[in-house]
C-alpha cells in the first residue's frame, strides 16, 4: 500500500479498520473509498471479502481517504465487483484494511481475524470477475437441488442424470479449479451467519 504513513495510524488492540467504498453506477470509474476504525465488539454491519490475493505487487489504484493509493490487483478487482451502484457500503479486505508495511499491525490484525469474519454481517467469497460465472452457479444450484431430492427419495432418483449443456459443465470445472479453494484460511473465513458466494455478477447463498 503506497504512502501508508499518511494513512494509517497505530490503533488499540480489540480495534479494526473497515473501508466505506462509495457508490458507482460505472464499473470504469476508480474505487473511491475512506478508512474507518471500530471497536470489534461495537462495529456497524460490514461484509468481510474472502478472496484469493493472486499475484504479489501492487499494481492498481485507488482513491483512498482522498488520496491516490496503490492497490493490490486482486483487492482491487473485489471491491469493483462488489461496490453497490447505489449507497456507501462497508467493507473488510485484509490488503486494505491491514497496514501491510507493518509487522506490528499485521501481527495484531491477524491475531483477531477469526473474530473479524464472524462478527461480519456478511461474508461474501469473492472468486473474481468471470463472463460465464452465471453458468456455472446454475448448474451448481441443479446439483445441489439434485442431492437433495436424491436424499429424500432414496435409491427412486439413484440412475437420475442431469442434463445439462457442455458449456455449463466446462463453467463448472473452471469453478472448481479456482485457487480459493486451495486456501486453508478459508475455513475460518466462512464460519459466518450469513455466507455469500459471487462469481462475476452471479451469486450463490
Known amino acids: 500500500m503506497g504512502d501508508s504513513d499518511a494513512i494509517f495510524s497505530p490503533i488499540p488492540s480489540r480495534r479494526f479498520r473497515l473501508i466505506e467504498v462509495e457508490p458507482s453506477l460505472s464499473s470504469d470509474t476508480d474505487i473511491n473509498c475512506s478508512l474507518t476504525e471500530h471497536n470489534l465488539a461495537s462495529a456497524p454491519s460490514y461484509t468481510a471479502i474472502s478472496y484469493v490475493w493472486g499475484k504479489p505487487g501492487l499494481t492498481s489504484t485507488i482513491i483512498l481517504n482522498g488520496k491516490k493509493t496503490e492497490s493490490t490487483g486482486s483487492s482491487h478487482a473485489a471491491l469493483k465487483g462488489l461496490r453497490s451502484r447505489w449507497r456507501k457500503k462497508l467493507f473488510w479486505i485484509d490488503a486494505i484494511c491491514i497496514d501491510q508495511t507493518s509487522d506490528t499491525d499485521k501481527a495484531e490484525q491477524i491475531s483477531i481475524m477469526a473474530d473479524i469474519y464472524r462478527n461480519a454481517k456478511q461474508v461474501t467469497i469473492w472468486l473474481g470477475p468471470e463472463e460465464n460465472g452465471a453458468l456455472a452457479l446454475s448448474l451448481v444450484r441443479r446439483l445441489w437441488n439434485r442431492t437433495r431430492l436424491s436424499d429424500a427419495m432414496g435409491s427412486l432418483t439413484s440412475d437420475y442424470s442431469l442434463d445439462a449443456p457442455s458449456p455449463a459443465w466446462e463453467a463448472f470445472r473452471e469453478l472448481l479449479q479456482n ?26 447463498d
Open 179 to 204: 485457487p480459493w479453494f486451495q486456501r486453508s484460511w478459508v475455513v475460518q473465513e466462512v464460519m459466518s451467519r450469513k455466507v455469500i458466494v459471487q462469481y462475476g455478477d452471479a451469486t450463490l
